[in-house]
């Protein structure tokens, strides 16, 4: 399979677009992110944003 091309700032390439999106959303993209009628933040952006105890 193609690797996906990430259009996105180097510093937060890496060999994951996964990860790499991940990552540009949560430290560039998280002031407009907003989940309305009942919906819930995905679970990846909870696990990264809220510590674990």
Known sequence: ???FIQ???D???CSSAVEAYRGYYLKE???F???E???EAPDWIICYTIPQL
Do not use: D, F, S, V
Request: aromatic share 12%; no cysteine.
């Open 33 to 35: 992110a907003k989940w």
């Open 7 to 9: 259009a996105l700032p």
């Open 37 to 39: 009628n009942g919906r």
């Open 1 to 3: 399979m193609q690797a």
């Open 29 to 31: 993209k998280m002031r």
């Open 11 to 13: 510093q937060y390439k």
